[in-house]
């Protein structure tokens, strides 16, 4: 190999991108030569995919949309998402379509729908799909942090101290995954749900939030617990783990202070990946009726309400399937590009 071509290696494997040389393989002239950090690196890696950032700047505003849009639209229009609006029914109890005008038999005043009418009651549709919006992540985004730091934790104990804490874990996923949780979702609803609706943590949170958050969590640690007990079952055997313990730092220092540094990007990466499937989850339960329960506005009883109307009004179905669809789009996304920043060898 050449020196040139030797140079060019060094300095890539310090962290240098392909920009910082002049054809010839020399460093570029007037250009600093640095080594580029870690995170450097997984930006300069994620920026480079368009998708994956038009995904998160898809998020960032949903974000916005839902929570201070979604109250800045109620003072707009004067009403809020539960109220009842009998002129928003025609004479054949079919709801009205978007921009429609109907009186408020509480201020006096005309209002503006501006996605029409719900199906059933009358109630504005475009309120209720931004609070919606706002229970639905809420559900799912709380539900992967408490998964993600059960099943850390766990995974991190078993693969670390392995012997009777591995089998612990290991018994306490196999109960986790053979037990039927679609059954557990229905006895809970029918026995302690009503208790559990009722805890809002002073209306930060909607009603029916706890119960999913709850069963999710319930029977989700198990999976991020798998991928980090392997990580950490194969980062136990490095020589800086080794090092470590010959310096007699203790088990929990290693595992905080050597370990979890490794294990940061399966964390986010896995993240974004389930609080997708926890929003699609949520839809599917609130559209069977054994996840948020009427009045509360989720995308899912959304959606179970629009099949009364596809016919005549498809609108109802159209605005909640967008919603779901293109935010566990742009979570999958953002995940996959995530991946590719982290492991750039995962493309290959």
Do not use: C
Request: a negative charge.
């Amino acid at each position: 190999m050449s020196t040139t071509s030797q140079t060019t290696d060094e300095l890539l494997g310090r962290g240098l991108g392909e920009s910082d040389f002049a054809p010839d393989g020399q460093p570029a002239a007037g250009g600093e030569i640095r080594a580029r950090g870690y995170w450097e690196q997984v930006w300069r890696r994620f920026k480079r995919d368009r998708v994956a950032i038009a995904s998160m700047v898809f998020l960032v505003l949903l974000v916005i949309v839902v929570y201070p849009g979604a109250w800045v639209a109620e003072k707009i229009v004067g009403h809020g998402p539960n109220q009842i609006f009998p002129d928003a029914l025609d004479d054949g109890f079919l709801p009205v379509g978007p921009w429609s005008h109907v009186e408020n038999y509480e201020t006096g005043k005309t209002d503006l729908l501006v996605l029409g009418a719900d199906g059933s009651l009358g109630r504005d549709e475009f309120l209720r799909l931004l609070y919606g919006g706002r229970v639905s992540l809420q559900v799912a985004l709380i539900s992967t942090l408490l998964v993600m730091l059960i099943g850390v934790t766990m995974g991190a104990v078993a693969g670390y101290y392995r012997g009777w804490a591995d089998t612990i874990v290991a018994r306490l996923t196999e109960i986790t995954m053979a037990f039927p949780a679609l059954l557990f979702v229905i006895a809970l609803a029918s026995t302690a749900g009503s208790r559990l609706n009722g805890i809002t943590f002073g209306g930060l949170l909607g009603e029916g939030v706890v119960t999913l958050v709850l069963v999710f969590t319930i029977f989700g640690w198990y999976y991020p617990a798998r991928i980090i007990r392997a990580k950490v079952f194969s980062l136990r055997e490095k020589e800086f783990i080794e090092a470590a313990l010959m310096t007699g730092a203790s088990d929990a220092r290693i595992i905080r202070s050597h370990l979890l540094p490794h294990l940061v990007a399966p964390i986010i990466v896995y993240s974004t990946l389930i609080v997708a499937a926890y929003i699609l989850s949520e839809a599917a339960l609130s559209f069977l009726g054994v996840g948020i329960q009427l009045p509360t506005a989720s995308w899912g009883n959304l959606l179970s309400d629009a099949p009364n109307f596809y016919t005549t009004v498809p609108l109802l179905m159209l605005w909640p399937g967008l919603a779901v669809v293109l935010t566990t789009l742009a979570f999958n996304l953002l995940g996959d590009g995530l991946r590719d920043a982290f492991d750039p060898r995962s493309r290959l």
